[in-house]
């Protein structure tokens, strides 16, 4: 499990840390940006190791689950990522609704 944690660390310094060091020095400009990247290596970058088609989309082809929605309803937000981070008041609401969805399933 550890290789693979550092394997990711090092694709998300390559792909991402290196070209963007200069937005460190504003935190909130970074974020946003490693969220837009992270968001787009899960949703839309194909990964050999899963035979060419994004994370998301391999766990929905191999696994589905009928009662999950997580994908969809988070998706959709976080295509906006930045409204999240400038007005945590909306974060903090999306949060507790996602986590309420959660109780009603057990």
């Excluded at 460190?24 to 992270?38: K, R, S, Y």
């Excluded at 945590?88 to 996602?98: G, I, K, Y």
Aim: aromatic letters at 10%; glycine letters at 0%.
């Amino acid at each position: 499990m550890n290789a693979h944690a550092e394997r990711f660390n090092r694709t998300l310094q390559e792909e991402y840390i290196d070209y963007h060091e200069d937005e460190l020095l504003d935190p909130e400009q970074f974020n946003v940006g490693l969220m837009q990247h992270l968001l787009w290596h899960n949703t839309e970058r194909p990964h050999w190791s899963l035979k060419m088609k994004p994370p998301v989309q391999f766990i929905q082809d191999n696994f589905p689950h009928p009662e999950c929605n997580m994908y969809v309803a988070d998706t959709q937000m976080s295509r906006r990522p930045w409204l999240h981070l400038s007005q945590p008041r909306l974060r903090s609401q999306r949060l507790a609704r996602h986590h309420s969805s959660w109780r009603q399933m057990d």
